[in-house]
């Protein structure tokens, strides 16, 4: 997938709107999920000069590799939301779904079930609890959301690059697994104004991503994803990313 540059001070009230979206689909940390704070073991001063045997360049090439053949991927997700302005935090889980053809279905459980479905330009937010679906177009937006929701997955570190300075922090233990820190700065001043750094820390064995951390701008702010029970490139029906919510589901288009 290549991430295409966009001129974000066009986007205007449309992007704004995208993003607010954007945020409730990775808000069960889009979406982003994307884990428990306390699962994470210290870094205990761990940085790219303690882990000699990897450099920012050994570990891009490990994950271009694992990009190769990326098609498919299931995975349980959990999303912890942090709100630093009354110390609260929301947690989400469910499932995701995605596929190298930009579809993706996140379907959440708990605490109240929703549907995320998004094939191509079409992004759908589906919340049984009230039958409404709501439908959004990311049209010049969408290598923006891409950026968000699909970090990672089948991603060459060409494209990674365009748009974030990369850089090595150490090696870490997550739930017991292996992995190498990276952190990521967006280059875009207007994308910085919403998200100011994520982190991302990448399994060794696979080098995918087991847990993203999105640091908001303007405070405290952020959204911790963690993923587990990952299956690579199983074969994922289209079925998944068709809608099936009921036919009589409000449907509604907000302006953008």
Known sequence: MCYDYIDLKTAGPSFRRLRVSLKR??????????CSLASVMPLRG??????????TESVLNKI??????????TADIEQIKYTDVVKDTSTETGQIFVRRDQKMRID?????????????DSLFIYTPKINRVEEYNLGKNRAIV???????????SQDLQKS????????EEVDH???????LTPKSEEIRKQITKIQMWVDQSSWLPIQQKFFEAGGGDYFLVKYSSMMKNLKIPDSKFKPDWPKNAAHIKPRQ
């Open 25 to 34: 689909v990775v808000s069960f940390v889009a979406i982003a999920g994307f």
């Open 108 to 120: 959440l459980t708990k605490p109240d079930p929703k549907t995320i479905l998004r094939t191509g």
């Open 46 to 55: 761990s940085s790219a000069q303690d882990t000699p045997g990897w450099t």
């Open 64 to 73: 271009d590799k694992a990009a190769a053949d990326f098609r498919s991927l």
């Open 177 to 183: 697994r292996k992995t190498v820190l990276l952190e």
């Open 146 to 156: 891409d950026q968000y929701m699909r970090l990672g997955f089948g991603t060459k």
């Open 164 to 171: 974030y300075d990369i850089k090595l922090v150490g090696e």
